[in-house]
């Protein structure tokens, strides 16, 4: 169905009004909002496949102040997926650049280089597909959020790959999520811990995101804990036309 304020074209014309109040000859245009839902459903695809299908709450809104800091995350798929649908969609920029990726992409990419040279790669995990890369790729996205736990076989070099990608994106001045769950969480004995890399997230803000409502654990600075009536509301939908999925809990991510 047509957007009612557009008409479809994904954007709205009207003449410029005068000082008087007349209406002048030059006509501006400007995004219709419809225009902007089907971006963000673009954004959060490219971020991670399948995000554009999950609802947005209006209790997790809030947390696009924590999409341009380094936050050390604590959460199932559900809730992290909820979180981060949410907080994009309050942050209404399709041009804020995030990128999912889990410690195998983080391995597949440093190994791609040793796969390329027709050395043989012993990971079970390597994924063959993904083309030679440089680790310094993962500096590119404005936001990149590392998901932990999602390696099944061990590989010595998994946590030093993480701390390269954590201090290059440091470096780059750029935030980063890390995203461990309860069930494997970032401490001695993770396929992923190394004591640096214990060292750099104990810099990072914490957020629990098990609990159907996240909290924002002590360390975190005392405006974080903002209610909903600070939050500037959008005209928007709390759930994208498109988007009918609302009550689904097994969202199909990958």
């Known amino acids: 169905m047509s957007c009612?304020?557009?008409?479809?074209?994904?954007?709205?014309?009207?003449?410029?009004?005068?000082?008087?109040?007349?209406?002048?000859s030059v006509i501006d245009s400007y995004p219709c909002e419809c225009r902007l839902f089907q971006d963000l459903d673009e954004q959060a695809e490219k971020s991670w496949s399948g995000l554009s299908r999950i609802p947005v709450e209006e209790g997790r809104l809030f947390f696009k102040e924590y999409l341009k800091k380094d936050v050390h995350v604590t959460a199932d798929l559900k809730n992290f997926a909820l979180t981060l649908r949410s907080a994009l969609w309050s942050l209404s920029n399709p041009l804020f650049v995030v990128k999912v990726v889990d410690e195998n992409m983080l391995m597949?990419?440093?190994?791609?280089?040793?796969?390329e040279d027709g050395k043989k790669v012993i990971d079970p995990d390597f994924d063959y597909s993904v083309p030679a890369r440089d680790?310094?790729?993962?500096?590119?996205?404005?936001?990149?959020?590392?998901?932990?736990?999602?390696?099944?076989?061990r590989n010595i070099a998994t946590p030093e790959v993480l701390v390269d990608v954590l201090e290059n994106r440091r470096g780059a001045f750029k935030p980063t999520w890390v995203v461990d769950s309860q069930d494997k969480p970032f401490r001695m004995g993770h396929i992923s811990w190394?004591?640096?890399?214990?060292?750099?997230?104990?810099?990072?803000?914490k957020i629990d995101m098990t609990v159907s409502v996240p909290v924002i654990l002590p360390n975190a600075p005392a405006r974080a804990n903002i209610g909903l009536s600070s939050v500037q509301k959008k005209p928007v939908p709390m759930v994208a036309e498109t988007n009918k999925t609302g009550n689904r809990v097994t969202f199909g991510l990958k």
């Open 194 to 205: 190394s004591s640096e890399g214990d060292r750099i997230l104990n810099g990072f803000e």
């Open 135 to 153: 680790i310094l790729g993962f500096n590119r996205p404005d936001l990149l959020i590392v998901r932990l736990g999602v390696k099944s076989s």
């Open 108 to 115: 597949s990419v440093w190994l791609s280089g040793i796969h």
């Open 4 to 24: 009612t304020k557009c008409g479809g074209y994904g954007f709205i014309e009207k003449y410029r009004t005068l000082p008087d109040g007349e209406l002048s």
